[in-house]
């Protein structure tokens, strides 16, 4: 699209690259020299920006060691006449990372900034700087907006594999050159091991990158912090971090599988030597927001959670919600009130209000788990339902009462251009919700997009409930369970918003970037 020029590469790839170059990997697999500057605060982990705004963003980066974090702005890759701005001292309290808020940006416009880290003692001395670029949202509709998203990264042991190039997923969702990426949670797998080996279907065997902190399943805030540090091991992760700007939530393995408030492990899970789910989240949560640019997780930030709302300009909010944070118990789901749902009440009364007061042209709600797919959760042997669905197909139940709740007040109020993504369930599918199939009939149509996994295994397509009339219009997914990314099955999504039209376009990508289904929806319906 000519209103959105690429970046320049050679700039970005530079920077990213050097930090490559330093990264010591684990031993057997090979270690890079040092920077030239040895002895100087180096920025082995990349860049990463987040929840950028018309005139703002976050600039993330982690330090080898104590060092002040400095970050110039500039048009052009050039960097003539920078813009400098002086963020936070980062030490071992956040891990050595830190985030900077950049203000007062142009609106629409490819930002080009670079990190350097200073020492703490002597500010002549910086490491080597690492560069990355990132657009401001346009205030301006005729410049549409290009975002992608997934979820579900390293997954079920299957890690960085370096005889297949790592996550060769991101240079693919790079080369679109989208405006964001949506991650919809499972960022990492707290609670997946990730070992040096696997053996595939085929007699071969899949390779891992290996670190001390993915030997175990994470219960130390060290752990977690590896758990993050992980990835960024991924030179294809680094270089998309340094050109697309994320808006991050989260989900269960981030803690782990199936968590929810208040829950106690079970003795027999001898691989947890602490049993509070609520001790585990708050260190994991820390960790999140450490590892992520979120502007509400920020040190000393007041709201202090992971749902909010990302303005994207007149055609877009993003509405990044928490499905974990505040729900109640997984449970066989069949209760007739449900006060708490997967929601909470506060988050629900958040997002009813956001909703009515938005005047973008398309609102996407950015859940974290489907709608009317069914996940079981057989965590602790017994048939307990992990997110709303739980296969029966009359009238809502237990957390159903309150998507019913939600999808009323979307209807009564008129508000138009709804559209839910979603990741998962480690395939991928598209799911039109229609009130004359449902037992449910207070609502207006709606569609529903699911992507993923990133890289992780694939599985069977859920089973679909029947309460809010889905139909599964596509799918793409395995026969077969834990498929590894070997075999295929990894995928993203695209979404393509027309600053003429205002047309909303969903593609559903293969891990190569192939277009599998792609469906245009109409600006300005109250249902689709």
């Known amino acids: 699209m000519s209103h959105r020029p690429f970046p320049g590469r050679r700039g970005v790839l530079r920077g990213s690259l050097a ?3 330093a990264l010591t990997l684990p031993v057997g697999l090979g270690a890079a020299p040092a920077f030239a500057r040895s002895g100087r605060p180096s920025a082995d982990w990349g860049v990463q920006t987040g929840d950028v705004t018309t005139d703002s963003g976050l600039v993330w980066v982690r330090s080898d060691r104590s060092a002040r974090m400095i970050v110039e702005t500039s048009a052009t890759e050039s960097f003539r006449d920078p813009r400098r701005w002086h ?15 950049l203000h007062g940006l142009p609106s629409g ?19 080597e700087p690492v560069t990355g670029t990132f657009r401001t949202v346009s205030r301006h509709r005729r410049d549409g907006v290009r975002f992608l998203w997934s979820g579900d990264l390293a997954g079920q042991g299957w890690g960085i594999n370096p005889d297949r190039g790592g996550y060769r997923i991101y240079d693919a969702m790079a080369k679109l050159n989208p405006d964001f990426f949506l991650c919809s949670g499972d960022n990492i797998y707290a609670d997946g091991p990730i070992a040096a080996t696997q053996a595939l279907p085929d007699g071969g065997t899949w390779r891992n990158v290996t670190t001390e902190e993915k030997a175990k399943v994470a219960e130390t805030l060290a752990e977690y912090r590896g758990n993050f540090r992980y990835n960024l091991l991924d ?56 590892y992520f640019p979120l502007s509400t997780l920020r040190p000393g930030a007041k709201e202090g959670r992971v749902h909010r709302v990302l303005r994207q300009g007149p055609l877009l909010d993003v509405f990044v919600l928490d499905m974990r944070t505040y729900r109640d118990a997984n449970s066989p789901d069949d209760q007739v009130t449900d006060p708490q ?3 909470g009440r506060e988050q629900l009364e958040w997002l009813k209000r956001e909703l009515a007061r938005s005047r973008a042209v398309w609102k996407v709600i950015a859940a974290d788990m489907p709608i009317g797919l069914v996940v ?49 369930v480690h395939h991928t599918s598209a799911q ?14 709606f569609w529903e997009f699911v992507s993923g996994p990133l890289n992780a ?17 596509f799918v793409k997914a395995p026969t077969a369970s834990n498929v590894s990314p070997a075999g295929g099955y990894q995928f993203f999504g695209e979404v393509d918003i027309d600053g003429g039209s205002g047309e909303l376009t969903v593609r559903l990508r293969e891990q190569d970037g192939t277009v599998l289904f792609t469906r245009t929806l109409q600006p300005g319906r109250v249902g689709q």
């Open 341 to 343: 749902g997967i929601l």
């Open 87 to 101: 963020g936070p001292l980062l030490g071992p309290d956040t891990d050595f990372t830190g985030t900077t808020r």
């Open 457 to 473: 295994g694939a599985f069977p397509a859920s089973a679909l409930d029947a309460t809010f009339g889905p139909e599964r219009v």
């Open 432 to 445: 039109h919700y229609q009130p004359s199939r449902a037992a449910f009939t207070d609502f207006e149509p």
């Open 376 to 424: 079981p959760d057989t965590t602790e042997g017994r048939p307990n339902f992990e997110a709303v669905a739980q296969g029966d197909p009359g009238a809502p139940l237990g957390r159903e009462l309150q998507i019913a709740e939600l999808l009323r007040f979307v209807k009564h109020r008129r508000i138009t251009g709804t559209v839910w993504l979603t990741a998962d």
């Open 109 to 127: 416009k490819q930002i080009h900034y670079r990190v350097l880290l200073a020492d703490p003692d002597d500010p002549r001395r910086t490491g």
């Open 235 to 290: 030179d294809n992760l680094r270089r998309f971090n340094a050109q697309v700007p994320s808006i991050v939530q989260w989900d269960d393995h981030e803690v782990r599988n199936n968590w929810y408030p208040g829950e106690v492990i079970a003795s027999s899970d001898t691989r947890y030597t602490e049993k509070s789910i609520d001790v585990l989240a708050a260190r994991a949560r820390r960790a999140f927001g450490e």
């Open 19 to 21: 930090a490559s170059a």
